[in-house]
């Protein structure tokens, strides 16, 4: 996609990135986070916890904008999510 | 909007050492508790001031769970508690947290008559059209034809459209969202917090084991997804439009947003007339 | 009027204004209720001098708010009552047993009036008795207290916040319609000259608190809402920080408390009346207004030569076991007028254990006693 005006501001801004944590045991596997995130970060695994839930991975956390829905949504308060190291710009 | 947002941290306010909760998967109550607790953060207001009044029931155990003053009362009761504790001492800011059994059922009087008063309460409703702790009875709010533990034919009993209910009785502040809509949720809840008055949130929730599974909709998830797939946001729409049917559209938004005097506004300037201490408000004699 | 909008000198009252009347004394602030015969002209006086000493009155929607409001006015910090009579106070009851599980300070007033039902709204009985001890589910402890005159009304109202306080724990009097309508003079002292037991604070910091952590006396101090204390409060079985524990070992640290607390400090909570109880043969056991009825009788009885006692329970939950049991060594015969079919008597005949004769002189209530039949009963002890 080829835009005719850039931000000016373009080559400074860097897009946040998300580093998800996981608090496994406290999980049941609804699968709200995996549904719902914009980005389809989270994927659910074959891994599961002491009670025998599947757990999720972030299989995908290079794409994460640390937005943040996954911990609103998630209702086992069982993710929370931490702005890491923010990227280069990519460019256009 | 960012995890690493402090107004969005929520460790402040939830009982971590009582984690994990009671709520089965697929349960929609944490998702409501987890934008409650963001929205009182973002709202600012003086968390030791805050206290949470519950019923009974799987949303009556949400004040367990809260790092606030909070109170698990009897079924249907936590209205009036939530009266007393604000009458006693107007400085706090009172929230009641409750299902829609507990307030719309046994507790049907108090909640029309809090919202008569106009009492300075937030009261959050989370409606997921069935009793769930005892097993999946019918509900005040269960929608015809619905299959419950005492419904087993199909629910033949009106259900009560409960922003209707309270809008009629006098409430300043009514939406409707879903467990879905989690940053409007906080939004709403945020918004019915700094509202003084009466101030009431129906949140649509999902509850797999007991009403999604007798009503084709098997998972927490699938409910989710139907409340992303049947609501439509009509802001400002009239509270009598907004039944809910089986399985059908979800009308979702803030329906009533009115200024109208509190029961504190009238106490003090109908007592201040006979009392004229009584005109300067509480809060201020305690400051002074 | 005191400057503070106290009462001070000799007033010409009914019980139900003069326990209005003690409650303010007593710090009340905060009263919600609903009306109900006999015992609304507690409400109306409330609603009148509430706002005059700062305080709020709300007209709830029912018993059943109106009893759920006065545990949240308590937990906020403010002293709180209400009032009620027989219909009202089966409402209440559910809410009731939430005060004694959660600890809160309040105080309950029944005008009692002759039931069951509606019976006969506006004449007395003292039908709720038994109801006052055990008439919310489960197993707690109770503080009954049973005003004769408008002048204990005052006073025992008083008493009543005292010991809720002292014990965290709904405090119920158990007045009648005769009393409650009973017009009378009422002496209301100075503040200064009346004794208030104020609220037990905590002494450790704020993140140190564990708002159900009892003291050596098994009452735990008790921080209010609002006070950063960050307590969780519940009707379910619970430990020292207020977290449900639902197992049978919490039930029974904690239910035992909750009946210890009242059971272990009963000499400090019971207050008799007694007179001539040395060298009785018979003592007239009674309470409230069938008490002040009985002293005709006891007086005509000793005119006849009879030697007749008095054991007024102005105290009757919790009840007197050890005080009865040794009376009972000594006398021939209990006497036990009251306004029922025979409820406190049950008491007093578990605790004389056949030591002593226990006769009930009972009455279906809308009058009180013929003196006369009570003094047919101490004549009929005495042989």
């Known amino acids: 996609m080829k835009y005719w005006r850039k931000p000016l501001d373009q080559d400074k801004v860097k897009p946040v990135h998300g580093r998800i944590i996981l608090i496994n045991e406290r999980c049941k596997g609804c699968g709200f986070c995996v549904k719902f995130c914009p980005r389809n970060v989270l994927e659910e695994s074959e891994r599961v916890n002491a009670k025998g839930y599947h757990l999720v991975d972030a299989v995908k956390e290079d794409e994460c904008v640390a937005c943040g829905l996954c911990e609103a949504i998630c209702p086992d308060f069982a993710i929370k999510v931490e702005i890491e190291n923010a990227k280069e710009p990519t460019g256009v | 909007m960012s995890g690493n947002n402090d107004y969005t941290q929520i460790d402040n306010l939830l009982r971590e050492d009582r984690m994990p909760h009671i709520w089965c998967p697929g349960c929609g109550l944490g998702s409501v508790l987890h934008s409650f607790l963001t929205a009182l953060n973002k709202s600012e207001v003086p968390l030791d001031k805050v206290s949470v009044v519950s019923g009974i029931g799987c949303t009556g155990r949400t004040a367990g769970y809260v790092k606030l003053d909070s109170f698990h009362t009897t079924h249907g009761r936590a209205i009036p508690f939530a009266t007393g504790l604000k009458l006693a001492n107007p400085e706090l800011k009172v929230i009641v947290f409750s299902g829609d059994g507990d307030i719309g059922s046994i507790g049907g009087n108090h909640l029309i008559h809090a919202a008569r008063r106009n009492m300075d309460l937030t009261v959050i409703c989370v409606n997921n059209f069935i009793y769930g702790m005892t097993g999946g009875q019918v509900a005040p709010t269960t929608p015809l034809n619905a299959r419950t533990s005492t419904s087993p034919y199909g629910c033949f009993d009106r259900p009560f459209n409960l922003p209707k209910l309270v809008t009629a009785a006098g409430a300043t502040y009514v939406a409707r969202w879903t467990a879905m809509h989690v940053r409007r949720l906080e939004k709403a809840i945020v918004e019915a917090l700094l509202k003084p008055g009466f101030s009431f949130v129906e949140v649509i929730a999902p509850c797999p084991t007991q009403y999604g599974r007798k009503n084709r909709q098997s998972t927490g998830l699938a409910q989710m997804d139907y409340y992303k797939e049947n609501s439509i946001i009509k802001h400002g729409a009239d509270t009598k439009d907004v039944d809910i049917d089986l399985n059908g559209q979800i009308v979702i938004g803030k329906f009533v947003d009115i200024e109208c005097p509190t029961f504190y506004d009238l106490q003090t300037e109908i007592l201040g007339k006979t009392f004229p201490h009584m005109s300067k408000t509480q809060a201020e004699e305690a400051s002074a | ?383």
């Open chain 3, 1 to 383: 009027m005191s400057r503070d909008g106290q009462l001070v000198g000799e007033f010409f009252m009914n019980g139900d204004v003069a326990s209005a009347e003690g409650a303010i004394c007593a710090g009340c602030r905060f009263f919600a209720g609903y009306p109900i015969t006999p015992a609304t002209e507690v409400a109306e006086r409330m609603a009148e001098r509430l706002p005059e000493v700062g305080g709020t009155f709300i007209q709830m929607e029912d018993e059943i708010a109106s009893m759920a409001a006065i545990l949240g006015g308590s937990w906020g910090g403010v002293k709180s009552m209400t009032s009620t009579s027989g219909p009202g106070f089966s409402l209440m009851m559910e809410n009731l047993g939430l005060g004694a599980m959660t600890e809160t300070p309040c105080v309950v007033v029944n005008i009692q009036r002759a039931g069951p039902s509606t019976g006969l709204p506006t004449l007395t009985q003292q039908g709720d008795m038994m109801q006052a001890r055990w008439g919310s589910h489960g197993l707690y402890g109770t503080i009954a207290i049973a005003p004769s005159s408008p002048q204990e009304m005052f006073e025992l109202t008083i008493t009543a916040f005292n010991l809720s306080e002292k014990y965290r724990t709904p405090v119920l009097i158990m007045s009648d319609e005769s009393v409650g309508h009973m017009s009378e003079k009422v002496v209301i002292p100075p503040m200064e000259q009346i004794e208030i037991f104020p609220r037990r604070k905590p002494t450790v910091p704020v993140d140190e608190y564990l708002p159900f952590k009892a003291d050596a006396d098994l009452v735990p101090p008790m921080g209010n809402a609002g006070e950063g204390y960050r307590f969780h409060v519940t009707g379910l079985t619970h430990d020292e920080r207020g977290y449900p524990d639902m197992t049978a070992e919490a039930q029974d640290k904690l239910v035992r408390r909750l009946l210890d607390k009242i059971e272990l400090n009963k000499d400090d909570i019971i207050i008799l009346e007694e007179d001539g109880i040395d060298g009785a043969e018979v003592v007239v056991c009674s309470y409230g207004i069938s008490a002040r009825v009985a002293l005709l009788a006891v007086k005509a009885a000793r005119e006849e030569g009879i030697k007749v006692g008095i054991l007024r329970l102005v105290t009757v939950w919790p009840f007197p076991d050890q005080k009865i049991k040794e009376i009972a060594k000594k006398i021939r015969a209990f006497v036990v007028p009251e306004l029922n079919a025979g409820q406190v008597v049950l008491e007093v005949e578990r605790c004389a254990g056949g030591a002593a004769e226990t006769i009930l002189v009972p009455h279906m209530g809308g009058a009180v006693h013929d003196p006369d039949v009570i003094l047919e009963a101490i004549r009929k002890g005495s042989k």
